[in-house]
């Protein structure tokens, strides 16, 4: 997801977004302003939806922060299956710290 919009910028069509599941019209946006040409708006997207992303796919492999954070947002989306495990306690205080700070929680 953080290289989204580099990868549009180099030619790409489009991705398959993990953010998209919890902020999906911070991305959509991002999205049209490229397309757009609004290259400035795009970027100004880009580095809000950074640390988002760094900070919840950096947590554990994908989908575990992804569930646990949309679980968070009160959006029931089953538990994570073996071999994968649920985010432990420091883990989980960064994705809330994470969420909080983007507005989320």
């Not at 290259?39 to 939806?49: G, M, P, S, T």
Request: proline share 5%; hydrophobic share 45%.
């Amino acid at each position: 997801d953080s290289l989204t919009l580099p990868l549009m910028a180099l030619g790409g069509k489009g991705v398959v977004s993990v953010v998209g599941n919890i902020v999906p019209g911070d991305v959509k946006s991002m999205l049209n302003a490229f397309n757009a040409g609004d290259l400035a708006l795009a970027r100004e997207w880009h580095f809000k939806l950074f640390a988002l992303c760094r900070n919840l796919l950096g947590l554990a492999t994908n989908p575990i922060p992804i569930k646990a954070a949309m679980q968070l947002m009160g959006r029931d989306n089953g538990e994570v299956r073996l071999p994968m495990t649920q985010l432990d306690s420091s883990s989980m205080q960064v994705l809330e710290k994470t969420l909080r700070d983007y507005g989320l929680l």
